[in-house]
């Protein structure tokens, strides 16, 4: 890519919230969404929303990944989604991923969760959403 | 004549082989062979089942004159709900029991508490004090039961509430039977529950162990558990190693402790996945019966045979069930099922197909256990002791897991110890590398998960899931604070203060933390108490 063309990667808060520690996914889309050229920052176990919401703006972040494995999502995104409201962030996309029903995966998307990847989910899919969602870099 | 090994070699390289590119090795990447015969194994002594090294397992009858015990894992809501839950499951013939916590009470804290918001009753009971174990197990004579509790940093609490719930049903702790799972180890390499230290934490589970050996004689003081570790996408041998690894870990501990080995190995037990590459994992058990047994007599010193035989629970492996097709996931579980069966395994969980979307329903749940009853009862499994025995595949398989587990314990030496090697991201890094490795086998259609990256259809998955009132959330913050107002208040914070004091000495706090929980301290209260003195244990954070 020639520096004329060069665009800024766009960058991700990738966050496990809530007290469930299962990290397994987290660190494998982790892993793909570097590979595909991201810049990927991961939080950690047990962040709350607030912490989540702190890091994505110290970072400059884009985009904020989140997993829960717990059955935690319907108060824990939405938790996310408020707390950049809050702090007039909003221009920050919201992205998660996890064990979450088909009726959840619509109430979340209502309450500002763009977008829901469930088990089974290629890695692929997950970087051509974001390709399609960022064309242009950050 | 042609010499039938040389003719069959000629015979297999001139026929046609598929051409689908996908991987011959086991799920784990251990290359395979087309065929293994004779040669893969020369100058084998035969084994005995009941027999030093146990390969074959550790009762000479083998299923014959027991069976394993289908102990289904199960939990969720409230202490009343799961209460409800636990009579059916025995009423349809279960024969044990084995708790599953909430993610609050896993972590050590009340109900109430503001980082519980969202979690109570999801993928387990609410337990809070004594007074909700009390309702756990209303009805439930706890002499004529035994119980299995899936619990860690906070193990000792539950513990003590179960003691203190068979007290109050006239039950001594002589009498109780379980197993506590209690390994720490496990969860800073895998699972993730820590709370305490490393340090702080192994002497709670030396503590419990100390405790038990003396007051609860026939409880399984815990159960180093290799699931958690392959659920997180480790290999079967890595499984096979860490486990073992952390199990010599906690002997250690308790010889620096002062305690002889057989005084406190015989109750030590394990748990391990069952996953769906079949012969593997078969050879997985095998192995970690013989790698046991020989560290323990010969490494430790261990006089009783009791003290050699490793015993293992199994649970099918969540990780292989897909959220498509569904109705699949029976068929995968009982392949599974079969192979910790043929593995020898004291005691099962069948996985519910529908617990890849959420907590399983009635009756998903029964035919999990049905199909644990169709192994048993129909499938004529149980009838002779480890029918693979013997098999040239089976056994080459076996020397080869026990070959890559001693490799790994070398490893782990090196790095000075199961902490040291916790705390240089070693087991969590090859854990990644392993769970990354797979996926991409995955993407690159290397390997096929049917219904999920072949053989899809494109439809919804029409399935009943079992839903949390999100009610019992603020019934369970009350019911906790009712306990609070309720209690003798001056009993309780003597109680808190002398386990505070007890925690900054040397003093075994299974008695003080048994008192606590007597006076209806909360978990959340007792936890505290401790961290206060031991502090809070942050992981670095690697991807």
């Known amino acids: 890519m020639s520096p004329a063309t060069a665009v800024r990667p766009v960058r991700i808060i990738v966050a496990k919230v809530g007290l469930d520690g299962h990290d397994r996914g987290v660190k494998v889309v982790a892993r ?65 991923g996890g064990i979450i029903p088909d009726d959840d995966i619509a109430a979340l998307k209502k309450q500002g969760v763009e977008q829901l990847f469930t088990p089974g989910t290629p890695l692929q899919e997950i970087v051509d959403w974001l390709r399609q969602r960022f064309p242009k870099g950050a | 004549m042609r010499d039938p090994k040389q003719a069959w070699k000629e015979d297999f390289e001139s026929s046609p082989a598929r051409d689908d590119g996908i991987e011959t090795s086991t799920i784990s990447g251990i290359p395979l062979q087309p065929l293994y015969t004779a040669a893969d194994r020369p100058q084998q002594l035969e084994e005995f089942p009941g027999q030093y090294p146990y390969t074959r397992g550790i009762h000479p009858s083998g299923y014959r004159g027991r069976l394993w015990t289908m102990r289904q894992f199960s939990g969720f809501a409230t202490a009343e709900e799961t209460n409800r839950r636990y009579k059916y499951l025995l009423a349809n013939g279960q024969t044990g029991l084995s708790v599953a916590f909430d993610m609050p009470t896993l972590m050590g804290q009340d109900s109430d508490a503001p980082t519980s918001r969202g979690e109570i009753g999801h993928c387990g009971v609410a337990i809070d004090s004594l007074a909700d174990m009390e309702t756990l197990f209303e009805g439930i004579p706890l002499g004529d039961i035994t119980t299995s509790m899936t619990i860690n940093s906070p193990a000792a609490i539950l513990l003590c509430m179960y003691i203190a719930v068979a007290e109050k049903q006239g039950i001594p702790a002589s009498q109780l039977g379980g197993t506590l799972q209690n390994d720490i180890l496990k969860e800073f390499i895998a699972q993730k529950e820590f709370i305490f230290p490393p340090e702080p934490s192994m002497r709670l589970v030396v503590d419990s162990i100390e405790y038990c050996a003396k007051e609860v004689p026939q409880w399984n003081t815990i159960s180093i558990s290799g699931y958690h570790i392959r659920e997180a996408g480790s290999t079967a041998a890595q499984e096979l190693a860490f486990t073992l690894a952390d199990g010599m870990a906690y002997v250690d501990a308790c010889l620096e402790r002062g305690m002889r080995i057989d005084d406190f190995a015989p109750r030590l037990s394990f748990f391990f996945d069952a996953h769906i ?166 993407e690159q259609k290397r390997r096929l998960v049917v219904g999920v990256n072949e053989f899809t259809v494109d439809e919804a998955t029409p399935i009943e899931i079992l839903r949390i009132d999100p009610k019992l959330e603020s019934e369970q913050v009350e019911r906790v604070r009712e306990v609070r107002k309720r209690r003798d208040q001056a009993r309780c914070s003597n109680a808190l203060t002398s386990l505070r004091k007890a925690a900054a000495g040397t003093d075994n706090l299974m008695p003080y933390i048994l008192e606590a929980v007597r006076a209806y301290a909360t978990e959340g209260e007792i936890m505290n108490t401790m961290v206060e003195v031991f502090g809070i244990y942050t992981e670095r954070a690697v991807v």
């Open chain 1, 32 to 96: 793909a969404l570097r590979d595909a050229g991201y810049e990927v920052i991961y939080t950690g176990l047990r962040q709350t929303p607030e912490m989540v919401v702190d890091a994505a703006l110290q970072e400059d972040a884009q985009v904020i990944g989140l997993s829960i494995h717990s059955g935690a999502h319907m108060t824990l995104f939405p938790a996310v989604v408020q707390e950049l409201k809050r702090r007039k962030a909003t221009d920050i996309v919201v992205f998660g």
């Open chain 2, 277 to 442: 590459d079949f012969f593997e994992e078969i050879a997985k058990f095998r192995a970690a019966r013989r790698i046991w047994a020989r560290w323990m007599r010969d490494r430790y010193g261990a006089q009783q045979e009791r003290s050699w035989k490793l015993r293992f629970h199994t649970q099918t492996a969540g990780v292989s069930l897909t959220a498509q097709q569904p109705e699949l996931n029976i068929a995968r579980t009982a392949i599974e099922a079969l192979a910790a069966v043929l593995g020898g395994t004291q005691s099962l969980h069948t996985n519910a197909m529908d617990e890849v979307l959420g907590l399983p329903t009635d009756k998903a749940a029964r035919i999990a256990l049905r199909t644990q009853q169709l192994l048993a009862y129909e499938s004529g499994a149980a009838n002779t002791v480890d029918p693979l025995g013997g098999s040239y595949f089976v056994e080459a398989l076996t020397d080869e897991m026990e070959r890559q587990a001693e490799r790994y314990f070398k490893q782990i030496e090196a790095l000075g110890g199961v902490i040291p090697a916790i705390e240089a991201n070693f087991f969590q890094k090859e854990i990644a590398d392993s769970a990354f490795r797979y996926q991409q086998e995955l």
